[in-house]
């Protein structure tokens, strides 16, 4: 059973700032390419941020300077710091797992994130 569980998010105001959690089981997480993606209604899904599993980072322009991914390997788990959030970062935010070399990829169920103006 492969299982990747998001939580932290919520309703915050404009300027404010959340952290977002993702913890993986059934799976060796150190090998897992670590993605966040986030969605709003009759859109795709947009990516975030991601962190590989060597460590390299990379993020959406949109964001770049206000979101910080990061993840522990010892607790199986990937986080997005959000600062500075924007009504226009409102969504449902999903991590991603994604094994180095394999057509496999795992997704949580997503957390919402609410910013108010």
């Known amino acids: 059973q492969v299982q990747l569980v998001e939580s932290g998010g919520g309703l915050v105001q404009a300027g404010g700032a959340l952290k977002l959690s993702c913890t993986a089981t059934?799976?060796?997480?150190?090998?897992?390419?670590m993605d966040w993606y986030r969605q709003v209604p009759a859109k795709d899904r947009e990516m975030v941020a991601r962190?590989?599993?060597?460590?390299?980072?990379d993020y959406a322009d949109s964001v770049k300077g206000r979101f910080t991914i990061s993840r522990d390997n010892a607790k199986n788990t990937v986080f997005l710091q959000m600062n500075t959030l924007k009504p226009d970062d409102t969504a449902v935010y999903y991590c991603r797992g994604r094994r180095n070399g394999f057509r496999i990829e795992y997704w949580g169920q997503g957390t919402q994130v609410t910013v108010s103006s």
């Open positions: 059934g799976i060796t997480f150190s090998d897992y390419d």
């Open positions: 962190i590989f599993s060597g460590g390299y980072t």
